[in-house]
């Protein structure tokens, strides 16, 4: 269910059996019931926002991907597959051996690892290469050749590896694999090595897909916080979208309706402002709310009797500024607004 239908719910139900509602929506004293002893315990919590409560709600953070993936210092671990293609050099000691001449001390072999996982080396013959590493590949092709060339050395290059990629697609410059190597890559190497975003990004969401594993992060977040800038594994998926956030103002405002977000982050200062302010003549400076569903613990946090919403659900809050404190206006330039809130 999208927030804005859980949020309808919600306002139905903590305003069912209210009367007396103004023109533009309830009364302050019909929120706020915490204010009047005959109203029953709502199922919300009805919070002030203070100094305490800009802090709680300024810790919030979407889960990251360092929370679904593990994230260690640990490289690709790169194997080749069928499909891949590896260069090999064989060089020998002596000018006459088989793989040297008078004028060249090595051959180059391209070959591509056929559909039983096998490529050809001459005076070698087939050999298995899918699932090895590089590096095993190299040692077996060197023993295989003892007693045949002339102190034998092998180099083995990957080239063109699709099992060793990680796959762009979305929003991006230019969609694709990108190969993963020993060295590693990580989400934003990847999606730079791709053409970097299309959108702006503070609107860019990435979801990474490992296995059946999926997480979603904004692209400015794995900036913000190196850590969940993960290392890429061969496999991986990496999806660009361009996701407009909003907030929606309703009540005695200029402007009433759902406004973008122009920036990475919005305060209730900024939002209301762009709503044109509130209506001198109809609003009631007292009643400004802030209508969220948080984390159970943030709400947790912010009082300790908030009831816990069955799995899945998160706690509904509405949050109160009393506009008329002159206070309120540095509240409200640390109150940062999030996607799918209401401002009322």
Known sequence: MR???IVAVFMSATLAGCSGLASSGPLRQEIDTLENPNYPKPPHLVIKIDE?????????????FSSFFRVSDTRPSIRLA????VGINIFEAGADGLFSSSTAKATEITATIDENGQIFVPYVGPLQAAGMAPQALRERIEASLEDKAIQPQVQVRVGESLANSATVIGKV???GPQPVTVAGQRVLDVIAAA???EGETYTSQVVL?????VATANLEDLFSNPKDNVLVQPGDTVLVTDVTKTFTVLGAVETKGEIKFEARRVTLAEGLARAGGLVDERADSKGVFVFRFE?????KALD????????GVKVPVIYRLDHKDPKSFFLMSLFELRDEDIVY
Do not use: L
């Open 52 to 64: 305490k409560v800009t802090n709680i709600t300024g810790q919030y953070r979407p889960p990251s």
């Open 295 to 299: 984390p159970d613990h943030i709400a």
């Open 304 to 311: 300790e009797r908030a009831v816990t919403t069955p799995e």
């Open 173 to 175: 410059g230019s969609p």
């Open 3 to 5: 927030w804005r239908g």
């Open 209 to 213: 897909r490992r296995g059946d594993t």
């Open 195 to 197: 053409g970097g975003t």
């Open 82 to 85: 069928v499909g891949d293609q």
